[in-house]
């Protein structure tokens, strides 16, 4: 476990990362921890994988250096691949999705020829048959992405034997980072443990998510953020989930031909007009063969594109190519 071991130590010991690897448990930490669990030690070997952060104190220089970039390009961790000189001293670049990638290259101009797409990926989930008694919405993702727009729509829908279940909280990037962020949100959670009908959960590590998706019927969210993947979204449709969202970021990439997507609207008022539509109409033909099959499918295809069997292979061979290559 040597080279696994040097990897999780330095990603550990980095202090230049806005939120402490250990302490945090957001996609793209779950992702590199997986990505460890999931690889022989050997892969590693030779190869320095820097997570999030373009900062030149990471670079090693008898390493095959590789950064992995989940991060949009407005986020302050990614602003050096605007430098030559320090996309000069890196070896390749992983991206998440072709759309991160793509704006990458529009807003940084990232040497093409250094820059490749692994997508993200996920433990299959094996399907439990879905609860008919009622419908159960879930929002499982930060509150920023989207949470003020949901419950105002699900407030105004007021829909008998429908219930939310708000699994959201600052703390999932650690201590730190809560207790810089978390009192921002602390009325919008109060909001949730207040309103009928909506279940307030906070922070569940992710084996207690999954559990929950089994037994949910809609991931609900309306995306404000232009996210680069959505694991939320990749679990949920994994789960048998109906997912309705909106077209921002990497969401249509990572969602079609599945999920159920509105146009992003930037007026609020515009947006929950859409998103009211959009969710009732999946509510209501949940059990519908029509819905029904799609989702069958769809889990199924997920389970298979999207599982670490598959993605774990695509890691090893890039990672045996890129050593071939530096001899």
Same mark, same amino acid.
């Not at 990603?11 to 999931?38: H, T, W």
């Not at 708000?166 to 809560?178: A, E, L, M, Q």
């Given at each position: ?161 429908? =219930? ?5 909280? +600052? &703390? #999932?990037?650690?201590? *730190?980072?809560?207790?810089? /962020?978390? $009192?921002? @949100? ?66 249509? =990439? ?5 999920? +159920? &997507? #509105?146009?992003?609207? *930037?007026?609020?008022?515009? /947006?929950? $007009?859409? @998103? ?52």
């Amino acid at each position: 476990m040597e080279e696994k071991s040097r990897i999780l130590k330095k990603a550990d010991s980095d202090k230049s990362r806005p939120v402490s690897f250990k302490d945090s448990f957001g996609g793209s930490e779950s992702q590199l921890r997986l990505l460890l669990k999931y690889l022989p030690d050997e892969s590693f070997k030779d190869i320095n994988l820097i997570l999030n952060n373009t900062n030149h104190d990471l670079i090693e220089k008898d390493k095959i250096n590789v950064l992995w970039m989940h991060h949009f390009v407005n986020q302050q961790e990614a602003k050096n691949l605007g430098s030559k000189d320090f996309t000069d001293k890196l070896d390749w670049i992983v991206y998440n999705s072709n759309w991160n990638l793509k704006h990458h290259i529009n807003y940084f101009h990232v040497p093409q020829n250094k820059s490749v797409v692994i997508r993200n990926a996920i433990e299959k989930i094996n399907f439990v048959t879905k609860p008919t008694d009622k419908i159960s919405l879930i929002y499982h993702t930060t509150p920023w992405r989207g949470l003020k727009i949901l419950l105002k729509v699900f407030k105004n829908l007021n829909l008998k034997n429908v =219930e939310l279940d708000v699994c959201s909280s +600052t &703390i #999932i990037y650690g201590k *730190k980072f809560d207790s810089v /962020l978390g $009192k921002n @949100y602390e009325d919008l959670f109060n909001e949730c443990k207040n309103t009928k009908n909506v279940n307030y959960f906070g922070f569940l590590e992710n084996q207690k998510i999954i559990e929950k998706l089994k037994k949910v019927h809609i991931f609900a969210h309306p995306s404000i953020w232009p996210e680069t993947s959505c694991i939320a979204a990749i679990e949920s449709m994994a789960a048998g989930c109906e997912v309705v969202t909106t077209n921002l970021g990497a969401l249509i =990439e990572t969602c079609s031909p599945y999920g +159920t &997507i #509105i146009n992003f609207e *930037k007026k609020p008022e515009d /947006l929950e $007009k859409k @998103y009211s539509e959009a969710l009732l109409d999946s509510i209501q033909n949940f059990w519908s063969e029509k819905t029904q099959k799609k989702l069958k499918l769809q889990r199924e295809t997920i389970n298979a594109t999207y599982s670490w069997d598959v993605r774990s292979v695509e890691w090893k061979n890039f990672f045996n190519k890129i050593r071939k290559l530096r001899k």
